[in-house]
């Protein structure tokens, strides 16, 4: 699988990892201070089984429509089907991601991603990705989203292994480490979707030795992403996610 594949496919898993409430504690890594909420905290619900949100993206890679079904979620376990178009080539996906609650934070500790593209000649391919990341990597606060509060992703050992038709290849690689800020509660995002009261906050998409820097913000009623920007060094957009339609 190459690097961008992977980049592609793990950012679209992560827009099924947003927070949820923390169901148990464990020992803190690192994190921020316990804050109770408050008009400037907010703290995510879990998404709804059977909730459907379809997405629109646009870059310097292309241009994507795709539609994420949340079968599970649970604070330690997400589950989600997508069905994804792009110009090449039309995908089925089904996407497992266990995580954990560790102090004030919330990490991913695996992702399974099961992917079925129809290929002209040749009918339905279907590859698989597995990730284990070991410790977990940091995804943000547990709970009490608060203005201000900022986290630390540290190195984790990423260990990748995509299985295609052709073969298996097994990838370990030590990630670089990234930051992330919570920037507002309660802001309001006009997309094609609708309006939504979100929290914004600034994190990175990390995929082995590369971070791309992205500014989420997360519906706070349906706890599902409604824009996604990805911006480089300068500060630059270099592409757009939008939620175009949720039932």
């Given at each position: 699988m ?21 169901a148990?504690r ?11 909420p ?37 604070p ?121 009261q ?50």
């Amino acid at each position: 699988m190459s690097a961008r594949r992977f980049t592609a496919v793990f950012a679209l898993a992560l827009l099924a990892a947003v927070p949820a409430a923390a169901a148990r504690r464990r020992s803190a890594r690192s994190g921020p201070a316990a804050v109770s909420p408050g008009p400037a905290c907010h703290t995510f619900g879990l998404v709804r089984a059977g909730l459907k949100a379809t997405y629109h993206s646009t870059g310097t890679g292309g241009v994507a429509d795709y539609t994420i079904t949340w079968i599970t979620d649970t604070p330690t376990f997400t589950h989600t089907t997508q069905h994804v178009v792009t110009a090449q080539a039309t995908s089925d996906a089904e996407t497992r991601l266990d995580g954990e609650v560790f102090g004030q934070l919330r990490g991913l500790k695996h992702f399974n991603v099961k992917t079925t593209t129809q290929v002209p000649g040749f009918g339905g391919v279907t590859a698989e990705t597995d990730v284990n990341f070991v410790p977990s990597l940091t995804q943000g606060p547990a709970a009490g989203w608060c203005v201000g509060n900022t986290w630390t992703v540290p190195p984790v050992t990423e260990t990748l292994v995509s299985s295609t038709p052709v073969g298996q290849q097994t990838q370990i690689i030590t990630t670089v480490a990234s930051t992330g800020e919570v920037l507002a509660v309660g802001e309001t995002v006009s997309v094609p979707a609708g309006n939504f009261q979100t929290v914004k906050y600034r994190g990175a998409i990390v995929s082995g030795t590369s971070v791309q820097t992205a500014i989420t913000w997360v519906s706070m009623q349906h706890n599902i992403v409604v824009k996604q920007d990805t911006v480089d060094a300068g500060g630059a957009v270099t592409s757009t996610t939008q939620l175009t339609a949720v039932q």
